[in-house]
């Protein structure tokens, strides 16, 4: 089996007093898995993702990542390993031009002036935008925001990448080029996402949510084909399965 | 455009005029940042019935607009919001001071117009200096300075994040005024019972904006210190520039350069 990189066991998180957005989720996930966690609205995917990278330390059970359990003071340890790209690009880019917001976690990191170069063309390469490196942020169509926020993310070479709903914006020219990069990620990768087709091309495991609860955790394929399952929580099969 | 939109592409074009590799542009941060400090103190430091003093200073921007090659006339444009409030410092000084303090020939000038004028040029050679400080030198690089001069890391900070979310705080004013002006065909300007919403909207949304991209910022690496770093060598020829300005303000501020040049002419 391979190198565990995320454990996360009875892991329980509420925004609100009594109300649990995550309810006793367990599980855990290797080296080179591709993992979709899908769910209707409210279900929780965005939340796991959040909790996975540190943006809340207020929950209960115990998340370790690398072996290194996820608290304050091994934050930093933490997020140079992981990736995460938020759901809204607008709200990730916040620099001046394409190329120095993907040079900002390489360069926050201290790493010299020719490694940080190195990495924000290597990850501009990656994802096609090679072209856009000068061009201010705000001039990107949404599209292209959300490949120069994946670009952002592959400057940090993480060893996990953790994407909330990837696929928002992207019309299917940019959707088959991100489906290219993410299977070409060989580490570790976790996709929220209600776009189940796109969870069909890119993970091989696949865990349900509902009402922050795992309801099923297994092979993609098989949890895509399962209308009945899915339509119990609130989804519907994949356009590619329902035809 | 609209405005809004016009807004940030100004404020984008300032940000670009700083990276261009200029002249100006190529000096270390630090020396631009302390000559605009030592230029200011220099230039409010004249006394209010001073004019003459305080118009000599503008040979700083004269010469800083001729060299970096950042245009006056946009800086006008730019500042045009600006420069009429920063004269409107002093307006009412010429009715409080009625003393004559000059003659020119027949025109007599009271106390209050002198201090008036002399305050009204202060100001915009205040307003140009900083203006071409920003124009010239990026928020990192100023931000960089501060922290060699040891400015605490907190206040840096604040400057370098107030400078990034002004972009967020107006792309926000134009998506709620776009999303007013939608569902409102045919008006001019939003309605005055609007604007307490409108500008609560705003004010939420920009907050919730802020604190996603703070935490966009602490995804990747960013914990409270930025790792400022300017591109090139710093060069003999910073601290030579360095040294000719502060001899140049001195001058100007302690010798009356006018008068010995009207002497010398005559």
């Known amino acids: 089996m391979s190198?565990?990189?995320?454990?996360?066991?009875?892991l329980t998180f509420e925004y609100e007093p009594d109300t649990p957005v995550l309810d006793h989720i367990s599980l855990s996930a290797g080296e080179h898995e591709s993992v979709g966690i899908i769910g209707a609205n409210g279900a929780g995917k965005s939340t796991?993702?959040?909790?996975?990278?540190g943006l809340h330390l207020n929950y209960k059970g115990s998340i370790r990542v690398e072996e290194?359990?996820?608290?304050k003071e091994t934050l930093s340890r933490v997020r140079e390993r992981i990736g995460y790209v938020f759901q809204d690009s607008e709200s990730q880019l916040f620099m001046t031009t394409v190329r120095e917001d993907v040079a900002f976690a390489p360069e926050n990191y201290g790493l010299p002036e020719e490694e940080v170069d190195r990495r924000v063309e290597r990850a501009l390469e990656q994802v096609h935008i090679g072209h856009l490196r000068d061009k201010s942020i705000y001039r990107l169509s949404g599209g292209e925001k959300k490949l120069v926020s994946i670009a952002t993310i592959l400057s940090m070479t993480p060893d996990i990448i953790l994407m909330d709903e990837p696929t928002i914006a992207l019309d299917p020219k940019n959707r088959r080029n991100l489906i290219r990069v993410v299977n070409e990620f060989g580490h570790l990768k976790m996709i929220a996402s209600h776009d189940l087709d796109f969870i069909l091309d890119t993970c091989g495991r696949t865990i349900l949510l509902d009402h922050g609860r795992i309801i099923k955790?297994?092979?993609?394929?098989?949890?895509?084909?399962?209308q009945e399952l899915l339509e119990a929580h609130g989804l519907e099969l994949p356009l590619s399965m329902s035809r | 455009m609209s405005k809004i939109d016009?807004?940030?592409h100004e404020f984008q074009t300032i940000e670009q005029m700083a990276k261009r590799d200029g002249r100006v542009n190529r000096i270390h941060p630090l020396v631009k940042l302390c000559l605009t400090v030592l230029y200011i103190a220099a230039v409010v430091s004249f006394p209010k019935y001073n004019l003459a003093g305080a118009a000599v200073m503008a040979v700083y921007p004269i010469v800083l607009f001729n060299i970096s090659g950042v245009s006056f006339a946009d800086a006008v444009k730019r500042l045009r919001i600006v420069l009429p409030l920063v004269l409107i410092v002093g307006i009412l000084n010429p009715f409080f001071d009625r003393r004559i303090v000059l003659e020119i020939g027949a025109l007599k000038v009271s106390g209050g117009v002198l201090s008036m004028l002399t305050l009204m040029i202060k100001a915009v050679l205040t307003v140009f200096s900083s203006y071409l400080l920003i124009a010239t030198t990026p928020?990192?690089?100023?931000?960089?300075a501060m922290n060699c001069i040891r400015i605490p890391q907190v206040f840096v900070i604040e400057v370098l994040l107030i400078y990034r979310y002004i972009t967020v705080l107006l792309s926000e004013a134009r998506r709620v005024t776009d999303a007013y002006l939608l569902r409102a065909p045919g008006q001019k300007g939003i309605a005055f019972r609007a604007w307490g919403p409108l500008a609560g909207q705003m004010l939420m949304r920009s907050m919730d904006r802020a604190e996603q991209i703070y935490e966009s910022m602490r995804v990747r690496g960013f914990n409270g210190q930025f790792r400022l770093r300017r591109k090139g060598r710093n060069s003999p020829f910073d601290i030579i520039y360095f040294l000719v300005w502060v001899l140049v303000f001195?001058?100007?501020r302690f010798l009356p350069v006018l008068e010995m040049v009207g002497r010398a002419a005559a």
């Open chain 1, 217 to 226: 955790d297994g092979p993609t394929e098989e949890l895509l084909t399962d």
């Open chain 2, 139 to 144: 928020i990192e690089e100023i931000c960089c």
């Open chain 1, 3 to 10: 190198h565990i990189h995320i454990e996360i066991s009875d």
């Open chain 1, 48 to 53: 796991l993702l959040k909790l996975l990278v």
């Open chain 2, 6 to 8: 016009h807004a940030i």
């Open chain 1, 68 to 71: 290194i359990p996820l608290k």
């Open chain 2, 250 to 252: 001195i001058t100007l």
